[in-house]
């Protein structure tokens, strides 16, 4: 991927990081979703008192995009840490992953994985997601 386009969605998903709801973990989640058509959908994680509604930053940036009629996806970039403090990847959780598969091709769609600008790793969801179930099984 071409090296400034990485540090514009690293850039992106870390000022998400100032909306990132999360009075109950403090664990800060930003991410932003190149769209097939050039367009970034942010996206931060959203906590619930009740727990279980928690949307992680990814599935934010994701059902921003479809539900807005983007389906087509080349990149996400996931930051996050402990009170918004980025020492370790935030790798995308199992959910996530599932719903990545829903729309992006396995081979293709990277996710970038970054503390800053600086230091990130790149892996296609295949790499995150071996022997994904998604559309493709069911026709
Ligand atoms: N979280 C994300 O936003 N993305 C992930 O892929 C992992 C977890 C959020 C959910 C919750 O608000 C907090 O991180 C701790 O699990």
């Given at each position: 991927m071409d090296r400034l386009l990485v540090e514009q969605l690293i850039?992106?998903?870390?000022r998400q990081l100032e909306f990132s709801y999360t009075p109950y973990s403090g664990f800060k989640v930003g991410a932003a979703l190149l769209a097939g058509n050039g367009a970034v959908y942010t996206g931060c994680?959203?906590?619930n008192a009740a727990y279980t509604p928690t949307n992680c930053a990814e599935r934010t940036a994701f059902f921003k995009a479809v539900s807005e009629g983007v389906r087509e996806f080349e990149a996400i970039c996931v930051v996050g840490g402990k009170n918004g403090i980025l020492t370790e990847y935030a790798a995308p959780c199992g959910v996530c992953r599932q719903v990545m598969m829903e729309f992006c091709d396995p081979e293709t769609?990277?996710?970038?994985?970054?503390?800053?600008?600086e230091h990130y790793d790149?892996?296609?969801?295949?790499e995150l997601l071996p022997l994904g179930f998604g559309p493709a099984n069911l026709k």
């Open positions: 850039e992106t998903a870390i994680n959203i906590e769609f990277r996710i970038i994985l970054a503390t800053d600008r790149i892996y296609t969801l295949k």
